[in-house]
């Protein structure tokens, strides 16, 4: 059996939409990035890189709630947001994640799978819209991340978009473009096979826009 290195915990969060700073969090994912990051603020001066990579601050977002923004939040240390912001009080725990070679769990996952051309070897990634290819894209990921897929269906996209982080402009003449970040739920069956290397991707996240709320492991027991 495995267990985190380190204390990870759990929070749940539910942010009032009477604030604007949850209102704007809602149409821009960079604001939703910092209202999250506004619980940790106090941790950071004890970080030189990313506060939200070296506090292993990921995040999850259910968009299926109309009157409160809601949250899961992993980290490293426990968050305290401003109670101006909040719905009702958070609820926090201590998460053992413990994780056993060959088990299998029930798994879900936002991810933004993306790849560089081959045929043009450009630099850029491109998302990718095709299930076969995002396929691909999660298994080649499982492998690095101590896992392996025995079933995974995509569904439920959403286009994360923020104008307070933009794309450089190559005219200036021109509006700044909004990031847009194109992101699918993926669900299934896993079986770790690196309990070691699991661990770590289920504290740190997996792929990109994982500031964003993409790339946090959601897993349970598989019957």
């Known amino acids: 059996m495995t267990t985190c290195d380190t204390t990870t915990y759990g929070t749940l969060v539910d942010f009032t939409l009477d604030h604007a700073e949850v209102r704007r969090a809602i149409a821009d994912a960079h604001h939703l990035h ?17 506060p939200r990579a070296t506090a292993r601050i990921l995040h999850a977002v259910d968009y299926t709630r109309k009157d409160r923004l809601r949250a899961l939040i992993r980290s490293a240390t426990t968050p305290e947001f401003n109670p101006d912001l909040l719905h009702a009080p958070p609820r926090t725990w201590t998460d053992p994640c ?58 439920i996209p959403i286009d994360l978009t923020s104008a307070a982080k933009s794309k450089p402009r190559r005219n200036r003449d021109r509006p700044r473009q909004q990031l847009v970040t194109h992101t699918m739920r993926a669900r299934g069956i896993l079986t770790v096979t690196d309990p070691d290397t699991f661990t770590h991707a289920y504290q740190h996240g997996i792929g990109r826009a994982r500031a964003y709320g993409a790339g946090m492991l959601l897993v349970r027991p598989a019957p």
């Open 34 to 50: 910092r209202l999250i990051l506004s619980g940790f603020d106090s941790d950071w001066h004890e970080y030189e890189q990313s």
């Open 98 to 155: 413990h994780f056993d070679p060959a088990s299998r769990w029930l798994f879900e996952v936002r991810v933004a799978p993306m790849r560089r051309s081959r045929r043009t070897h450009s630099t850029i990634e491109r998302p990718l819209y095709r299930d076969p290819d995002r396929h691909t894209w999660l298994t080649e990921k499982a492998t690095h991340h101590g896992f392996s897929l025995d079933t995974v269906t995509f569904d």
